[in-house]
C-alpha cells in the first residue's frame, strides 16, 4: 500500500484535468484484449459517429501496434500519448472494470462497462466469490481496481439486470438494460470479416458437417480435465461418424495453459483449440449445437435457439469454489454428469429429434433479448451523448 502512495496522489491530481466529451475510450480484458462488447462498440463509433474521437488504450504493446497498423487510434496505456489521452478523456468504455485503461489518471471521467458476458451461471461479484482475507489483499495491492465502481453498466434486458447490479454492486438505477453490443454481432455475424488465428478455427468454421462446440469455463482446479469421467474418444467419434459431426473444445484464455489434452490426432472429427478472440462469436452462429459447464456463453448462443447441453462434471467440488448465481437444475437443457450420458443426450437430439428443452430456451431468450433488432450500439452510443446534452456531439 506504501508503495501505491504517489500513484494515488497521481490519481487525485489527475480529477483537475478538464476532459473532454467527444475523447471515448475504450478497453476490455483487463487491458490486454481487442475483443467482446468493448470492441463492437468501438468499431461501430469508428464507423458511425464521425464527431466522436474513440481511441483504444489497451496495456499489450504489441497490441498496440498491430491495432495501428490496421489503421486504429490506439496507445499503449503507459505511453505519453496513452497517459494524455486517459488524462483529456470523458468517457471510459470497458469491459471488465477500470484495470481496462489506467486507472492511476482516471478521476473525473465516467467508466461505462459493457460486462463481458450477458447472463452468468456462476457469481461473477467480487463480494460473492473471494474470502475476506483476499479482499484485503487485493484492496492493498490494487486499490483503486477494486474501489472504482463504474458510474454506469449495461446489461442485455431487465431480466438480466439484477445480475448486473449484484455483479458491480451497484444501485439498480446505474444499470441499464438497452442491449448489449456483441448482441448485435451475433444477430449478423456475417457482416464483419472473419479474420481466424488459427487453422484448426478456419477448419471447423467451414466445415459441412453437423458443428458441436465443448466450452468450458474455467476453473481454480487446474487439475481437473473434462476428458475423466468416462471420456472415450472412440465411442464419441463413432457417434460423430452416425450423425455426420465434428466436434470442437475451445478453452478458456485464463486455464488452456493447463488442459491436459489426449492424444486425439488419429480422430479428425475432434478438434482442439483454445479461445483467443473474437473467433468464437463466428463459431457460436455456426454450432448446431452448444455444450458447456458453466461457462455465461450459453447466454450468447441462446439468441440462436439451438440446443444446450450442461457438462455437469464435478458439480459438488465446483461449486464449493465457485458459488452460483443461476439456478443450474432450471437452466434449458439436459444436464449430464459423465461422458455416456452425455453421449446420450447427443443421440437423442440428433438421432432421435428429440428437443425436449426447445420451449425453455425459447421462454428464457425471450426474457434475455426482448429486443433482437441490432440496435443495441446505436442506444448506448445515444444514451452516453444524452450524459453530456450541453455539447452538440
Known sequence: MIMQVPLLIIYYISGFFLRD??????????????????????LFVRNHCPDISAVWIT???KLA???????????YVYSLGGIWKTLRGK???????????????????????????????KDMSFAGTVTFLRKIYFHMREPLRYFIKPDYAITASEFTAPATVHHYNISSNRVL???????????????????????????????????????PTWRKDHG????????????????????????????HPFTAMYQKIPDLSGFERLMCFHDSGDEMNYLLGKADMLI???????????????????????????????????????????KAESWPELLDYIREIFVFGRD????????????????????ACERIVQFIMSLCPQKNV
Request: proline content about 7%; aromatic content about 18%.
Open 356 to 375: 425436449d428443452y426447445k420451449s425453455r430456451r425459447e421462454m428464457m431468450r425471450d426474457l434475455i433479448y426482448p429486443r433482437t433488432d441490432g440496435r
Open 292 to 334: 458447456t459447464d458453466y461457462s455465461a456463453l450459453f447466454a450468447d448462443y441462446l439468441i440462436y435457439n439451438k440446443p444446450i447441453i450442461f457438462a455437469k462434471f464435478d458439480h459438488d467440488s465446483y461449486i464449493r469454489a465457485n458459488p452460483l448465481y443461476a439456478d443450474y437444475d432450471h437452466l434449458p437443457g439436459p
Open 91 to 121: 468517457y471510459f468504455i470497458v469491459t471488465h472494470g477500470i484495470g481496462d485503461i489506467n486507472e492511476f489518471v482516471s478521476r473525473g471521467g465516467i467508466m461505462i462497462n459493457l460486462s463481458h458476458s450477458i447472463y452468468p451461471i
Open 21 to 42: 466529451p467527444v475523447l471515448w475510450l475504450f478497453g476490455g480484458w483487463n487491458g490486454k484484449h481487442f475483443r467482446g462488447n468493448s470492441k463492437q462498440l468501438f
Open 59 to 61: 496495456k499489450n504493446r
Open 224 to 251: 481437473f480435465s473434462i476428458f475423466n469421467f468416462g471420456f472415450d474418444p472412440v465411442g464419441l467419434d463413432t457417434l460423430l461418424k452416425e450423425i455426420d459431426a465434428a466436434i470442437a473444445f475451445s478453452f
Open 65 to 75: 501496434d498491430q491495432l495501428i497498423k490496421g489503421g486504429f487510434p490506439a496507445y
Open 177 to 215: 438494460p438497452l442491449g448489449t453490443p456483441k448482441t448485435d454481432f451475433l444477430l449478423a455475424p456475417d457482416s464483419d470479416p472473419i479474420l481466424f488465428h488459427a487453422a484448426e478455427y478456419a477448419k471447423f468454421y467451414g466445415s459441412r458437417t453437423k458443428k458441436i462446440l465443448f466450452l
